[in-house]
């Protein structure tokens, strides 16, 4: 059996699809070896059963509770990734996914008292950590806040009919569902909620929202999933020079690009997924120069000393020299 991209060892066999919303769809996994995982974590997944393309996907299923292991995905147009996994993957197909990724997660954190709060397609780490907490941990207090754009685009529609949760949406509110955005009034509505440990999973600017307005009324601990980096600074008209020792090459780029957006636009070999800073994938060595990061997930303290990055969440500040 040749594994079709290193980075992606566990072969998973299609079991069924389920279309969850017009745009969105869950594709049930059987997975043919152990494949540890916590409810919120994510995975890289082989595109095209490639050796060269890899997305990061959230999985939506929850660890010994749901029957199958679990990938929810909303198509979006000209999406590499989600435009094969919605349109040319079917029951039976092979998938390759890397092991289970990320802390964004509630299983390690001693919390009694949650708030959980999704935005569109975040909602499918929140709904593996919901189930999670109600299964294994009966006695904790937890409150659901689920915003999407209409009734038709609620993800995990018939299981939010047997789940508490506040679902807010834009147009067309059903009984039982606040019409609109999410507010101040929504979220103090929660009771206690200085108390509670947040988990926020959604659109950067949706999740910025949801930690103003939590840290507003009062709560201090707010853990957010990264959906992908925004910029520092939009690219301007200076340019940076930039070198690399392996291979030995010299050239030039805009300000405000990121390290990664550089290094593709320049033909730089740099193995790349999530372009979200959480999955890697992406660690460069800068030996000189000034730069800003806006994660450093996956790296350790000794790398991050001696000069690492994920080129997607680097920002050059200067001239950059790299090994």
Same mark, same amino acid.
């Given at each position: ?36 995982? *916590?409810?919120?974590?994510? =995975? ?18 929850? @660890? ?20 094969? %996994?919605?349109?040319? !993957? ?9 092991? =289970? ?14 708030? %959980? ?8 780490? !929140? ?20 915003? #999407? ?19 807010? &949406? ?27 440990? !947040?988990?926020?999973?959604? @659109? ?5 929202? &949801? ?17 992908? !980096?925004? @910029? ?15 291979? %030995? *090459?010299?050239?030039? #780029? ?28 992406? *660690? ?20 991050? #000393? ?9 920002? @050059? ?7």
């Amino acid at each position: 059996m040749t594994i079709p991209n290193p980075r992606c060892p566990h072969r998973m066999q299609v079991h069924h699809i389920i279309q969850e919303t017009p745009d969105v769809y869950t594709l049930a996994l059987i997975c043919h070896d152990f494949y540890p995982y *916590k409810p919120g974590q994510y =995975a890289l997944v082989s595109i095209g059963n490639s050796p060269d393309t890899v997305r990061a996907y959230s999985l939506s299923s929850t @660890p010994g509770i749901s029957p199958f292991l679990s990938l929810t995905i909303r198509r979006i147009e000209n999406g590499t990734g989600s435009q094969w %996994l919605t349109r040319e !993957v079917h029951i039976g197909d092979e998938l390759w996914l890397s092991e =289970a990724l990320g802390e964004f997660t509630c299983a390690d954190k001693p919390a009694h008292h949650w708030l %959980l709060v999704a935005g569109g397609c975040g909602v499918t780490p !929140v709904m593996s950590m919901y189930r999670w907490l109600q299964a294994k941990r009966p006695g904790d207090d937890v409150q659901v806040i689920y915003c #999407a754009r209409s009734a038709q685009d609620i993800i995990f529609a018939r299981e939010w009919e047997t789940r508490p949760a506040t679902l807010v &949406v834009e147009q067309g509110a059903r009984a039982g569902m606040l019409s609109g955005r999410l507010t101040a009034e929504v979220v103090n509505s929660i009771p206690n909620v200085s108390g509670r440990t !947040v988990m926020t999973c959604g @659109p950067a600017p949706f999740m910025a929202q &949801v930690e103003t307005l939590a840290r507003e009324a009062g709560a201090t601990e707010i853990h957010k999933e990264v959906f992908f !980096v925004p @910029p520092v600074n939009q690219a301007g008209s200076g340019k940076l020079t930039f070198t690399t020792h392996s291979p %030995l *090459k010299n050239f030039q #780029a805009l300000a405000g690009l990121s390290l990664l957006e550089v290094l593709e636009q320049n033909q730089v070999a740099v193995n790349s997924a999530c372009r979200a800073g959480v999955c890697g994938c992406c *660690k460069t060595r800068i030996t000189k120069g000034k730069y800003q990061v806006s994660s450093t997930a996956t790296l350790t303290a000794q790398e991050i #000393a001696e000069g690492y990055v994920l080129a997607c969440a680097c920002q @050059p500040q200067s001239d950059l020299e790299l090994a």
